[in-house]
């Protein structure tokens, strides 16, 4: 089993609609979750991080980690096409700090 | 805002050789680290690296791989004899010690090995 997977799309969504990113972990000893942003060719961008289980929101984005489920997701609202990108998500377990990615979701937002 | 920054954003070198990739990471971060990514694939840890030292180092970072930090400003990546597999972006990210779970990733090096 792979420690963090993610499906890797393509996701495909009119402009202007709710998106839905999700990835499943099974080392339970992840404390630390974050979602990046990856254009092409260019290195990931951190957008939202979340400590253990819970909610977060910035904007038109959340975060939602549940950790029962070994679930993490990421919510965008009112889709932009400048939201076009890779979403990685990436966890830590607090020790050394390394991340451990998802394989990336490519999203792209239709005019 | 500060900003991880990389050298060279590409590099090409021939099967054998020795390259040298830089990064300059922000200026009050004290944790530093090199990831990859093969085309197409998941980014990957190779090491981190504080107080000067290896902290925790994943399996593809073998004796071909070494990291410096060789100023107070510089980190590098050091590939002694390159193989074509070695072909990837490489990341330098890096953490500050008040807010470790914010990883600051920086633009890049593209290496190719023919």
């Known amino acids: 089993q792979k420690e963090v997977e993610q499906d890797p799309g393509p996701l495909s969504v009119p402009e202007g609609a709710i998106v839905s990113l999700n990835c499943t972990y099974s080392?339970?000893?992840?404390?630390?979750f974050m979602w990046y942003r990856q254009y092409s060719r260019k290195g990931p961008e951190l957008l939202m991080y979340?400590?253990?289980?819970g909610n977060k929101e910035d904007g038109r984005f959340t975060a939602q980690v549940d950790k029962s489920s070994k679930y993490i997701s990421l919510f965008i609202r009112d889709s932009q096409p400048s939201d076009s990108a890779t979403y990685l998500c990436?966890?830590?377990?607090?020790?050394?700090?390394?991340?451990?990615f998802g394989s990336g979701t490519r999203l792209l937002v239709r005019p | 805002e500060p900003e991880v920054t990389q050298t060279p954003s590409h590099q090409v070198t021939q099967m054998g050789q020795e390259v040298i990739l830089r990064c300059v990471p922000i200026?009050?971060?004290?944790?530093f680290y090199w990831y990859r990514q093969i085309l197409g694939q998941k980014v990957e840890f190779l090491v981190s690296?504080?107080?000067?030292?290896?902290?925790?180092k994943s399996e593809i970072f073998d004796d071909q791989f070494s990291v410096e930090r060789p100023d107070g400003s510089n980190f590098t990546l050091k590939i002694r004899s390159t193989k074509l597999e070695d072909s990837a972006m490489y990341f330098c990210?890096?953490?500050?010690?008040?807010?470790?779970?914010?990883?600051?990733f920086g633009p890049g090096t593209r290496l190719l090995v023919l």
């Open positions: 690296f504080y107080n000067n030292e290896i902290s925790e």
């Open positions: 200026s009050n971060h004290l944790y």
């Open positions: 990210a890096s953490i500050t010690t008040t807010s470790q779970e914010t990883q600051y």
């Open positions: 080392n339970s000893a992840f404390q630390y």
């Open positions: 979340t400590y253990s289980s």
């Open positions: 990436a966890m830590s377990d607090g020790s050394s700090y390394k991340l451990i």
